[in-house]
């Protein structure tokens, strides 16, 4: 059984800055697509931000320019680092991995994990 950490979300002030992290754990042999969503209270869950195994990445519109996904597959770990922030970046971040190949041969698919909060002040 895989499962996601995330650390990170904090409190912090506009124009501010936050590296979120989320590690994954288990006998993983590899990770493919990992993601980085948000849900803000009353809102539907949004995809912010995806990246594939190669290295390959994808951001909504509204972080493009502000938002850095990375990550490093020797630690099964992906990170978010979020610059400018903005209030309208308060959420709830969750991170995603589409699928996960075990050790035993199992693959695990969409895990997610508990979630980390973001708070922007203005």
């Known amino acids: 059984q895989v499962q996601l950490v995330e650390s990170g979300g904090g409190l912090v002030q506009a124009g501010g800055s936050l590296r979120l992290s989320c590690a994954a754990s288990?006998?993983?042999?590899?990770?493919?697509?990992m993601a980085w969503y948000r849900q803000a209270p009353g809102k539907q869950r949004e995809l912010v931000a995806t990246?594939?195994?190669?290295?390959?990445?994808n951001y909504v519109d509204s972080v493009k320019g502000r938002f850095t996904i990375s990550r490093d597959n020797a630690k099964n770990t992906v990170y978010l680092q979020m610059n400018s922030l903005k209030p309208e970046d308060t959420a709830a971040y969750f991170c995603?991995?589409?699928?996960?190949?075990?050790?035993?041969?199992?693959?695990?698919?969409?895990?997610w994990g508990q979630g980390t909060q973001v708070t922007v002040s203005s």
């Open positions: 990246i594939t195994y190669g290295g390959r990445t």
């Open positions: 995603n991995a589409d699928r996960v190949v075990l050790t035993t041969g199992i693959t695990q698919y969409n895990t």
């Open positions: 288990g006998s993983i042999l590899n990770i493919n697509t």
